[in-house]
């Protein structure tokens, strides 16, 4: 699959004109009333770098906010973790191996340093659309299709800054009640979604108690059917873990009793 550069430019063009339009709003007394941020609708993403099932709700839905007015009623949190382990002195694994660690800092980076969305979105965006499309190795190429510079990650990686960002995104993901059992972890006002985790819009449109219903909403025929049985693939993490510990309990147990009878 090739990559998708027109998807990060119309990221960009989206960001350029909302900005543009939030200046002109300010500064005249327009029409349209944008909603305060009490009344905008907390969005939180819990993820891992890696997992497929991220990366694809990242570009083919998280995506769908920029695409209509909808990012202008929500507050949108990402939080790059998702089912890593913190072990002794403030080490950790992640479920899909070092280079997923390496991924979710340079993502954590990204969201310190440039704190606005319009500046980590593209960024992560492009990472995920490589995650998606099998070349993650090529992920420092997102730096020159974004025009940006990539030292200030690097220092971030390097000097260990970035490993200290990942320990408070660990807090932060383990303080999440009800706990979060697998990636992506979708929450809305707090509500986890669960697998219906494709349907997050309807969910914003149902929760946002703003005056003027965004056009995007208008159009969901609200609600766009809260699946009862929904199947949306998932990365599972201490569920799995736990069955593999399991395993290999079993299988040494069995390799140990194979043992004594052969001494035997």
Same mark, same amino acid.
């Given at each position: ?21 939030? &200046?002109?709003?300010? $500064? *005249?007394?327009?029409?349209?009333? =944008? ?9 939180? +993403? ?107 990650? &690097?220092?971030?990686? $390097? *000097?260990?800054?970035?490993?200290? =960002? ?9 303080? +999440? ?88």
């Amino acid at each position: 699959m090739a990559y998708r550069p027109l998807a990060t430019t119309s990221l960009l063009i989206f960001f350029f004109c909302f900005a543009s339009f939030s &200046t002109t709003s300010n $500064s *005249s007394t327009a029409s349209i009333i =944008l909603p305060s941020d009490s009344q905008k609708v907390s969005l939180g +993403l819990y993820y891992e770098s890696l997992c497929p099932y991220s990366a694809n709700f990242i570009i083919n839905y998280l995506v769908k906010l920029f695409e209509t007015d909808l990012i202008s009623v929500v507050n949108l949190n990402l939080v790059p973790w998702g089912n890593a382990k913190i072990r002794g002195n403030d080490t950790f694994d992640c479920q899909h191996g070092p280079y997923e660690c390496l991924l979710n800092t340079v993502e954590a980076c990204a969201i310190h340093i440039w704190p606005e969305l319009s500046e980590h979105f593209p960024f992560i965006n492009c990472v995920e659309t490589l995650v998606y499309e099998r070349k993650y190795p090529e992920w420092e190429s997102c730096f020159d299709k974004l025009g940006l510079d990539p030292k200030p990650i &690097t220092d971030c990686y $390097s *000097s260990g800054y970035g490993k200290e =960002l990942e320990l408070q995104y660990a807090a932060e993901t383990n303080a +999440l009640e009800p706990p979060h059992k697998y990636v992506p972890w979708v929450v809305v006002d707090g509500e986890p979604l669960y697998e219906d985790y494709e349907n997050f819009i309807s969910y914003i449109c149902k929760a946002y108690k703003g005056i003027a219903l965004p056009n995007a909403c208008s159009k969901l025929n609200i609600i766009q059917g809260e699946k009862t049985n929904p199947t949306h693939p998932v990365c599972f993490g201490t569920i799995i873990l736990a069955l593999a510990a399991r395993i290999k309990s079993v299988i040494t147990s069995w390799m140990h009793q194979m043992n004594m009878v052969v001494s035997i």
